[in-house]
C-alpha cells in the first residue's frame, strides 16, 4: 500500500535488491534493514525529507501455520503536514564560508569557483578554491543525494585547516 505512485514505482524497481525473501525467518532487524536501504536509495534520489517513519509492515499470520503474510506500507506518517515531502529536491546554490577566528579582520571577502560562492573573513584564504573543489560533493544544479553530504563531510572533516566544518541545507 503506497500513498505515493512515484514513491511506489522506484520501490517496485528495486526489488530485486530486497532484503526480505521468501522462505527467510521473519525478524524486526531484517524489517528495519529493509526500510532503512529503501529511504537511502530514495535520498540517495533527491527526497530529502522521508525517513524511516514512512515504511511500516503488517505481518498476517495464520493459527497453526509458520507462515506470514508480509504487507509493507509507504505513507505519510500520522501528524506529518502535507508538504513538499514527496518532492525531489535540488541544490541551487553551493556557499563555502570560511573565518579565521584568531583574525582580528573583519572584512569579509567573496570569490568565485566553479559555480560555487566562497565567503572569506580574515587575513588570509587558508584552503584553496581547487582543494575544496576536490572534496565537495555537492554541486549546484544538481539533485540532493544524502551520500554526497556524507562524502562533503568526511573531505572537509580530513582538512588539516579546517578547525570545524559542517554542511548545512537551507
Known amino acids: 500500500a503506497f500513498d505515493n505512485d512515484s514513491i511506489r514505482n522506484i520501490i517496485l524497481s528495486d526489488s530485486l535488491n530486497t532484503l526480505l525473501r521468501r522462505g527467510i525467518p521473519l525478524n524486526t532487524e531484517i524489517l528495519y534493514s529493509e526500510r532503512s536501504r529503501i529511504i537511502k536509495k530514495l535520498r540517495n534520489m533527491g527526497y530529502y525529507r522521508l525517513n524511516n517513519e514512512y515504511i511500516s509492515f503488517t505481518a498476517d499470520t495464520t493459527y497453526n501455520s509458520t507462515d506470514v503474510v508480509l504487507t509493507m506500507h509507504f ?19 553551493v556557499n563555502v564560508q570560511e573565518s579565521s577566528p584568531e583574525s582580528t579582520n573583519t572584512q569579509i571577502d567573496t570569490s568565485y569557483f566553479r559555480n560555487i560562492t566562497y565567503t ?16 565537495l560533493q555537492i554541486r549546484p544544479d544538481s539533485i540532493y543525494r544524502d551520500i554526497d553530504v556524507q562524502n562533503t563531510n568526511k573531505g572537509i572533516g ?6 570545524f566544518g559542517t554542511v548545512r541545507l537551507t
Open 75 to 93: 505513507s505519510r506518517p500520522v501528524g506529518t503536514p502535507h508538504t513538499d515531502d514527496y518532492q525531489v529536491f535540488s541544490i541551487s546554490k
Open 120 to 135: 572569506h573573513q580574515g587575513d588570509k584564504i587558508d584552503i584553496y578554491r581547487k582543494v575544496y573543489d576536490r572534496i
Open 158 to 163: 580530513a582538512l588539516s585547516a579546517v578547525k
